[in-house]
C-alpha cells in the first residue's frame, strides 16, 4: 500500500512559525492536534474555513493539519 502525498507549506514572522501538511482524506482538520470542532469560537472557526468552503466540495477530500507556534 503506497502512502499518500502530502503538501507541506510553513511560514515565519518574527518569532512565529506555522507548518500546514495537505494529505488527500476525508475532510479532518486539526490545529496542534486538536479537532477544528474542538474551538470554542464559532466565528474563529468560520474564518478559518471559508477559503475551503469556496473550492466547493474539496473540504470533504483532504486532510489539513496546522502546527502554530508563537
Not at 507548518?19 to 474542538?38: A, D, S, W
Amino acid at each position: 500500500m503506497t502512502t499518500p502525498k502530502t503538501e507541506i507549506y510553513f511560514a515565519t514572522r518574527k518569532t512565529s512559525s506555522a507548518h500546514v501538511y495537505i494529505t488527500k482524506g476525508q475532510g479532518k482538520i486539526r490545529i496542534n492536534n486538536i479537532p477544528i470542532e474542538m474551538i470554542p469560537q464559532e466565528t474563529a472557526r468560520e474564518v478559518m474555513l471559508a477559503p475551503l468552503e469556496i473550492t466547493g466540495d474539496l473540504r470533504d477530500k483532504v486532510d489539513i493539519s496546522v502546527r502554530v507556534r508563537g
